[in-house]
Nanobody
Framework: QLQLVESGGGLVQPGGSLRLSCVVSGGTLESYYAIGWFRQAPGKEREGVSCSSGSTTNFVDSVKGRFTISRDNAKNTVYLQMNSLKAEDTAVYYC????????????????????WGQGTQVTVSS
């Protein structure tokens, strides 16, 4: 049973940057596991932001060119680098793992992911 813990959230001004980390424990972060980043703003549905599996990465259109995803399998950690942040990026960010089909594909659907972290708050405000 994998456990995931996110960190790195906080308050940042518009145009700023944050790097979120997702540490996986309870097992090895295999390179083929799909790791997804999701976000949920108040009153909105959870939205898939980015995913990574093997050499495949995907991003939702609203963050393309601003967010990057990377992983250090040796450290069991996946990162989400967020640049040029906007007020509309404000949300609780979650990482999740999918270990069976292990596919990173668009759309990035929460229902396809089995293991979830508790979330970290990102607030973009001046």
């Amino acid at each position: 049973q994998l456990q995931l813990v996110e960190s790195g959230g906080g308050l940042v001004q518009p145009g700023g940057s944050l790097r979120l980390s997702c540490v996986v424990s309870g097992g090895t972060l295999e390179s083929y596991y799909a790791i997804g980043w999701f976000r949920q703003a108040p009153g909105k549905e959870r939205e898939g932001v980015s995913c990574s599996s093997g050499s495949t990465t995907n991003f939702v259109d609203s963050v393309k060119g601003r967010f990057t995803i990377s992983r250090d399998n040796a450290k069991n950690t996946v990162y989400l680098q967020m640049n040029s942040l906007k007020a509309e990026d404000t949300a609780v960010y979650y990482c999740a793992a999918e270990t069976i089909q292990a596919m990173c594909r668009l759309p990035i659907r929460p229902v396809e992911y089995d293991f979830w972290g508790q979330g970290t708050q990102v607030t973009v405000s001046s």
